[in-house]
């Protein structure tokens, strides 16, 4: 058990709806980060964020967007899904980014069916 | 760019055998940190090892190991005594000093014949 907390597991929708997937970090980190896994496209960085601050952004689709919270909990918004998002969705967390030594640990993930 | 390449689709081992799985990556950088994940068909993404690219020892963890080659911009890892436990997709990923993301390769899918 990585300490990083992801609901819901499995998440079926259907094209142009939208969904929020949640993310609990570990325990005492601040920074938070999002992956999309799909097929084609493999893992692929998303968005960061620390101590509520977004820090980097990666690949990630206008109709997507983030955000964490004070208690450091973050969501990631997918709207007017399409079935191309389908796709496996990482939540994961490290303690102080400015020290890129820091292991990054993963949740189980967010599966996303879009139909 | 920095990129990482896992040249190896697909390996197999029989079981209680050792086994090496191959990642190499394109950087410019001098100081950065390379990982292997394991991905078990549960799907989470589970870190097996991590190397730091300004030591020359090469990390150990168990029956895991690395041969990291800096100037050949290699990272091999090899499992000892492979077990049924090892079967996963495995992920070579790197991160450079002072980023915030991983960059991962395509994977590896690590079947274990008993």
């Known amino acids: 058990d990585s300490g990083v907390t992801q609901t819901p597991k499995h998440l079926i929708t259907a094209t142009g709806q939208r969904v929020t997937l949640r993310c609990s970090p570990r325990?005492?980190?601040?920074?938070v980060y999002w992956y999309q896994q799909s097929l084609d496209q493999g893992l692929q960085f998303l968005i960061q964020y620390y101590n509520g601050e977004e820090r980097a952004k990666g690949n990630i689709l206008e109709r997507f967007s983030a955000q964490q919270f004070p208690d450091l909990h973050s969501e990631l918004n997918l709207s007017s899904l399409e079935l191309g998002d389908s796709a496996l969705y990482f939540c994961?967390?490290?303690?102080?980014?400015?020290?890129?030594?820091?292991?990054?640990?993963f949740g189980e993930g967010s599966w996303l069916t879009v139909v | 760019a920095q990129t990482v390449t896992q040249s190896q689709p697909e390996m197999s081992v029989q079981e209680a055998e050792t086994v090496t799985l191959s990642c190499t990556y394109d950087?410019?950088?001098?100081?950065?940190?390379l990982f292997w994940y394991k991905q078990p068909p549960s799907r989470q993404m589970i870190l097996v090892i991590r190397?730091?690219?300004?030591?020359?020892q090469n990390a150990t963890e168990n029956r895991f190991s690395v041969n990291f080659q800096k100037a050949a911009k290699s990272f091999s890892l090899k499992i000892s005594d492979s077990q049924l436990g090892d079967a996963a997709m495995y992920f070579c990923a790197y991160r450079p000093q002072g980023a915030q993301k991983l960059v991962f390769g395509q994977g590896t899918r690590l079947t274990i014949n008993p």
């Open positions: 950087t410019s950088e001098s100081d950065y940190y």
């Open positions: 190397q730091e690219a300004y030591k020359q």
């Open positions: 994961a967390s490290s303690a102080n980014p400015g020290s890129s030594g820091n292991t990054i640990y």
């Open positions: 325990s005492g980190d601040l920074s």
